[in-house]
């Protein structure tokens, strides 16, 4: 544990251990991450088939704070008028207390799925966590799949029109992912964390007929600044692409 974390939990422990609050006791759990695969056309009418997906880890850190949700004011709600509904936003999010991090910078193949590690932690109420990504070493990509890069995805994407993309692209985010929903009274009851990624949410703003024309080998990529590649990089940071769950019993 690194010396920050292990003064914020020594600062959560003796918070909680205050004011009436049940005292917070140190403990440790295994995080896994793994994927779930599209399970239906995107917004441009594309359905993806992944072949490949990894992802360079650097950090999980656990935190207190919820992630709050705002709806539009009725009144402004103008499509709500044509029979929609209001879309929940974000709202304001606080970390607040850390709770636990892993630490164990790896690359993760998430069609297969991995383990992260056991995260340092104390028992207390759980409410979201940070994501960082990180880029890879030879020694945490020994087989360089991701090429330097964060995330990777490979795969097929065909559009109802019948046309189909063979594609090959990578992601690398300037900042961690914060304010992933985890909600979740840890006390010391056996389990693990599980961080499903979902890539639905990574590939549905995506139109790949933005793609590149296919190279060589038949392949596209998504050239900087492309719709593609921006609608990758906005699903890789969307927070609702992350699932994360408390799996009762043993660790994996």
Known sequence: MNRALALALTATLLSLGCGGKTEAERRTFAVTMTATAPTAPNEYGWTVTPEAAQVS????????????????????????????????????????????????????????????????????????????????????????????????????????????????????????????????????????????VDLGKWMDRIDFATASLPGASGVSTFPAGSQAQNGLVRGVEDTSAYVVTWVEGAAP
Do not use: C, M
């Open 57 to 196: 880890v650097g950090s999980v850190r656990f935190f207190e704070g919820r992630v709050l949700l705002s709806r539009r004011a009725p009144r402004f709600d103008w499509y709500s008028l044509i029979g929609g509904t209001a879309n929940a936003h974000p709202g304001h999010y606080v970390p607040g207390d850390a709770l636990g991090e892993v630490l164990n910078p790896q690359t993760v193949d998430l069609l297969a799925g991995g383990s992260l590690g056991d995260a340092n932690a104390v028992t207390g109420s759980y409410g979201s966590l940070e994501l960082t990504l990180v880029t890879p070493t030879a020694a945490t990509d020994t087989q360089n799949v991701l090429g330097g890069h964060q995330a990777h995805v490979r795969g097929t994407a065909t559009h109802t029109s019948g046309a189909t993309v063979r594609f090959d692209a990578t992601v690398d985010l300037p900042k961690a992912i914060e304010g992933v929903r985890f909600e979740r009274d840890l006390q010391q009851e056996a389990g693990f964390v599980r961080i499903a």
